[in-house]
């Protein structure tokens, strides 16, 4: 299985949400990313998990808390969100640390923030 | 930290001509630079990637080059096809967590 799965696929919250995105992947890998891309625009890196423990943190604001609460899965939970916020959220996974290879991506979730 | 320039942002092509997407990155300590290819309202998916300690990779259609003292890598298609229409992104990736960082893009447009 070479699939990372994220759900929901679309997602329409308003400012005083509260909400949270899914990943899952079972190939193994040990780290774990969240990008976020905006349209046109390249990827940009959120996070990095690795070994479940959070390794980096592109200054990220608080309003998105990731988890990682096992090997398996990746969370990001989202609250009071702005509109500029609005982006598909990609997830990501690969062999682990200092392991050179590829990512894999998820097919990713369409957030709209109104 | 890795900044990576991606020219050029948009490319249009007869089918059958040969298209190539240039790179260049800033951090010497980056080691492998994958391509990614992203349709429209889909996932980035990896076409071709090389590892700093090989200078060029070839896969049918698709070649990448990398000269390490210059910082520069590059995409090469030869044959295009219609189907090959899509956006590229090169990146380079660094460090024991592999960091990801992703060029501009480039709008590659193959017209029959």
């Known amino acids: 299985d070479t699939e990372v799965t994220q759900t929901p696929k679309h997602l329409v919250m308003g400012m005083t949400n509260k909400k949270s995105l899914k990943c899952e992947q079972h190939m193994g890998h040990r780290a774990m990313y969240w990008y976020k891309q905006k349209a046109k625009k390249p990827p940009e890196l959120m996070f990095v998990y690795s070994y479940e423990k959070l390794s980096i943190n592109e200054s990220v604001p608080s309003r998105f808390s990731p988890e990682c609460p096992n090997s398996s899965l990746l969370n990001l939970h989202l609250h009071a969100l702005q509109p500029e916020d609005s982006a598909l959220y990609l997830c990501?996974?690969?062999?682990?640390?200092?392991?050179?290879?590829?990512?894999?991506f998820g097919p990713g979730t369409r957030l709209t923030v109104t | 930290g890795e900044n990576v320039e991606q020219h050029p942002s948009t490319l249009s092509v007869q089918e059958g001509d040969s298209a190539v997407i240039k790179c260049t990155y800033s951090d010497s300590a980056s080691n492998y630079f994958p391509w990614y290819k992203q349709e429209l309202g889909k996932r980035p998916q990896l076409i071709i990637d090389i590892r700093s300690n090989v200078g060029e990779k070839k896969d049918q259609r698709i070649a990448v080059t990398l000269n390490k003292t210059a910082k520069h890598f590059s995409l090469h298609i030869t044959e295009t096809q219609p189907e090959d229409s899509a956006v590229y992104f090169c990146?380079?990736?660094?460090?024991?967590?592999?960091?990801?960082?992703f060029g501009t893009g480039t709008k590659l447009q193959v017209i029959p």
């Open positions: 990146a380079a990736v660094s460090g024991g967590y592999q960091k990801v960082t």
């Open positions: 990501a996974s690969s062999q682990g640390f200092r392991a050179i290879g590829e990512q894999y």
